[in-house]
């Protein structure tokens, strides 16, 4: 079945340590999504590619990257990962980026920081 | 700014029963409305959308929504509700016209009692 997979699904860091979470999808489509969501929260879009074109929201902080090498990958970068980073993090795609396309969600990396 | 606001944190019903959860969103233009569900342990995934036309969508699995284009509304309904049903719902909105932004409501918690 095509998907969105994210590994891992739990990942452990230390304070200040820097940290990468993946992404990759069997979905060939063009738009991939970083979104944060913390505990009790909504989902909140930090930024999106679409295809090599990278949009950052105006308020996800400066401790977040990202990097797409490839249609099927998209990593996210942390850092300086702080206490109030950790949160589930959750990878989407869709076809493109029109705002009636149907984003695909992966189980979402569960981040601790230590 | 967009906001979109769920006010039921968590609904707890016996098999059978109707269900009905509240989204209301707040926007200065116009919008496309989704429901998202999340079974547990598994991926965000699209339950229905309203574009424009007729105000009253049908999804999967039973679930219908309606537009209330006066209310800022787009409740989730299903007359008679399973045990399967256990999950948290997700209302979400994008602006019609522009990226594709989800912005989410903090969600609702489903617990249907068999």
């Known amino acids: 079945d095509a998907m969105v997979i994210q590994n891992p699904r739990y990942q452990v860091t230390q304070f200040g340590k820097p940290v990468t979470l993946s992404c990759s999808q069997t979905?060939?489509?063009?738009?991939m999504y970083w979104y944060q969501q913390k505990s009790s929260q909504a989902p909140k879009l930090l930024f999106h590619?679409?295809?090599?074109?990278?949009?950052n929201e105006a308020d996800t902080p400066d401790n977040f990257q990202s990097r797409r090498p490839n249609t099927s990958f998209c990593f996210l970068d942390i850092r300086s990962p702080g206490l109030g980073d950790a949160a589930m993090y959750l990878c989407?795609?869709?076809?493109?980026?029109?705002?009636?396309?149907?984003?695909?969600f992966g189980p979402g990396t569960r981040l601790l920081v230590l | 700014a967009q906001s979109v606001s769920q006010h039921n944190h968590h609904v707890i019903l016996s098999e059978a029963a109707s269900l009905e959860l509240g989204c209301n969103y707040s926007y200065g233009g116009t919008v496309n409305l989704f429901w998202y569900v999340q079974y547990p342990g598994q991926h965000l995934q699209l339950l229905l959308k309203?574009?424009?036309?007729?105000?009253l969508v049908k999804g999967i699995k039973g679930f219908e929504a309606e537009f209330i284009k006066s209310k800022f509304s787009f409740n989730l309904r299903k007359p008679s509700v399973q045990w399967s049903d256990t999950a948290e719902y997700f209302c979400?909105?994008?602006?019609?016209?522009?990226?594709?932004?989800?912005?989410f409501g903090t969600g609702t918690r489903l617990t249907v009692i068999p």
């Open positions: 989407a795609t869709s076809r493109d980026v029109g705002p009636q396309e149907t984003q695909y």
């Open positions: 979905l060939n489509h063009n738009v």
């Open positions: 309203y574009f424009s036309g007729d105000p």
């Open positions: 979400a909105v994008t602006p019609q016209t522009g990226a594709n932004n989800l912005f």
């Open positions: 590619y679409y295809d090599k074109d990278f949009n």
